[in-house]
Nanobody
Framework: QVQLVESGGGLVQAGGSLRLACAAS????????MGWFRQAPGKEREFVAA????????GYADSVKGRFTISRDNAKNPVYLQMNSLKPEDTAVYYC?????????????????WGQGTQVTVSS
C-alpha cells in the first residue's frame, strides 16, 4: 500500500501562483512515477504532470506547459507542482497519483494509488 498526502491548495487570483506538495509513504519501491491530475466540476479527471521517482524525467499536459513545473529533489522528498500564471480554467480538485513501473515522460496511465485531492480555485 502507498499513502499519498497532498497540501498547498487554496484560492488565488488569476495570474497568481500556488505550489502543491504530495508526500508518499508506504511501499514506494523504485521504479515508480508520481504525478498530478485534476478534475473540474462536470468534467472528467485529466492528466496535468508527472515525474519519475528520481526526478530526472517529467511530462506535462499541453494546457499547462510553460506555466506549471513538477519537481522533486530525491526519492525521499515530496513531489511539488509549482503553478504560475494561473487561469480561472485551472480551477479544479487536484489529485496526487502514484504508479509503479517505469515512466517515459508522457501521459501517466494505469495509476495505482490516488490522494484525497486538494482544491485549487482561481478567481478572475
Amino acid at each position: 500500500q502507498v499513502q499519498l498526502v497532498e497540501s498547498g491548495g487554496g484560492l488565488v487570483q488569476a495570474g497568481g501562483s500556488l505550489r502543491l506538495a504530495c508526500a508518499a509513504s508506504g511501499r514506494t519501491f523504485s521504479p515508480y512515477a508520481m504525478g498530478w491530475f485534476r478534475q473540474a466540476p462536470g468534467k472528467e479527471r485529466e492528466f496535468v504532470a508527472a515525474i519519475t521517482w528520481s526526478g530526472f524525467n517529467a511530462g506535462y499536459a499541453d494546457s499547462v506547459k510553460g506555466r506549471f513545473t513538477i519537481s522533486r529533489d530525491n526519492a525521499k522528498n515530496p513531489v511539488y507542482l509549482q503553478m504560475n500564471s494561473l487561469k480561472p480554467e485551472d480551477t479544479a480538485v487536484y489529485y496526487c497519483a502514484f504508479r509503479s513501473g517505469y515512466y517515459g515522460g508522457s501521459y501517466l496511465g494505469n495509476v495505482d494509488y490516488w490522494g484525497q485531492g486538494t482544491q485549487v480555485t482561481v478567481s478572475s
